[in-house]
């Protein structure tokens, strides 16, 4: 293989050499696809099965762009820089699921191609589904050396700070898609809110315990405002009461345990990274 085709390879860094880190990534990021191609061959999904592919592929699209939000952050607490040589590789594996997603919705409608058009502008989740794709669209063609040479490094940055949008939309389009039960994306939600509360960490504050363990109160806090409003302005259940629910362990831990265990999990990497390395090179 030649050394230029080797440096394009998901598994290898720019030298062309293989990296264990972009490998374990792209087999876990591809397992997904794997694992709906086998539930589609073999029969395993329900007598909805294009439904069913709908939504897992949705799901996983999402995670792993809120996934992929997570790796600055990350890479900000533990210092492990090696983590960058995956953001891109998460972010392009978002669009593939979302591409997916809309193509067998497309194969549901049938290729109906005028019904398709006139959904995605008159129904507003699809049409906010529509807006997060043509941004992801925007950001994986533009995701490579020549992106950053057309548009130059100030607007390049410009253009991927619409990562933070897109998310926003996805979690947004979940919402207004779900019908009664929003835990996952009232967890998504979260962990985005996480995601973002963190960079806000990180431009102000050290990266030690208690500023970023502060972030994940406040995140934590927020998911259980976003979830009791949801529930409230869409059911009639009281606010208090869903609030109150959080601290009723009977049946399940609630989103906002889920948000506060991951932040306080990342503050927690910061301890360990502080005493993992010396005096010096930490002034240094
Ligand atoms: C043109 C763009 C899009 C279209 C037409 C579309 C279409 C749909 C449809 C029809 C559903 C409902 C499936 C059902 O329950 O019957 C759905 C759900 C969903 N979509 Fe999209 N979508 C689009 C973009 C996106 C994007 C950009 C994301 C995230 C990055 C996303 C994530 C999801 C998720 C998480 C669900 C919920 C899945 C579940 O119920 O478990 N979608 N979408």
Redesign the pocket.
């Given at each position: 293989m030649s050394s230029t085709i080797a440096a394009w390879m998901p598994w290898t860094d720019r030298a062309g050499r293989l990296s264990w880190l972009k490998l374990a990534f792209f087999v876990g990021l591809a397992a997904p696809a794997v694992w709906m191609f086998c539930e589609w061959r073999f029969d395993w999904l329900s007598p909805r099965p294009r439904?069913d592919l709908?939504?897992e592929s949705?799901?996983w699209?999402?995670r792993i762009?809120v996934a992929s939000l997570a790796v600055t952050p990350l890479r900000f607490v533990t210092k492990f820089n090696k983590l960058i040589l995956v953001r891109r590789a998460l972010g392009l594996a978002?669009l593939f699921y979302?591409l997916g997603?809309?193509a067998l919705?497309c194969v549901d409608e049938n290729y109906e191609w005028a019904t398709i058009f006139w959904e995605?502008m008159l129904r507003m989740f699809?049409t906010v589904?529509?807006v997060?794709?043509l941004m992801?669209v925007i950001l994986g063609a533009t995701s490579n050396d020549w992106g950053i040479k057309k548009l130059g490094a100030k607007n390049w940055n410009r253009v991927h700070a619409w990562t933070y949008a897109?998310t926003g939309?996805?979690v947004l389009?979940?919402f207004m898609?779900?019908k009664l039960d929003v835990t996952?994306a009232v967890v998504l939600g979260g962990l985005f809110m996480l995601a973002m509360a963190f960079r806000v960490a990180r431009k102000w504050l050290q990266p030690r315990f208690f500023p970023l363990a502060g972030a994940a109160v406040v995140s934590a806090l927020l998911t259980a405002g976003v979830e009791a409003f949801y529930y409230g302005a869409s059911t009639r259940v009281s606010v208090s009461r869903v609030l109150w629910a959080n601290l009723d362990f009977t049946y399940s831990i609630r989103p906002a345990w889920w948000v506060l265990a991951v932040g306080i999990a990342v503050a927690l990497l910061s301890i360990f990274r502080a005493r993992a390395t010396p005096n010096a090179a930490r002034k240094r």
């Open positions: 439904t709908i939504r949705g799901d699209a999402l762009l978002a979302t997603h809309v919705w995605m699809l589904g529509l997060s794709t992801l897109a939309l996805g389009h979940y898609e779900s996952e």
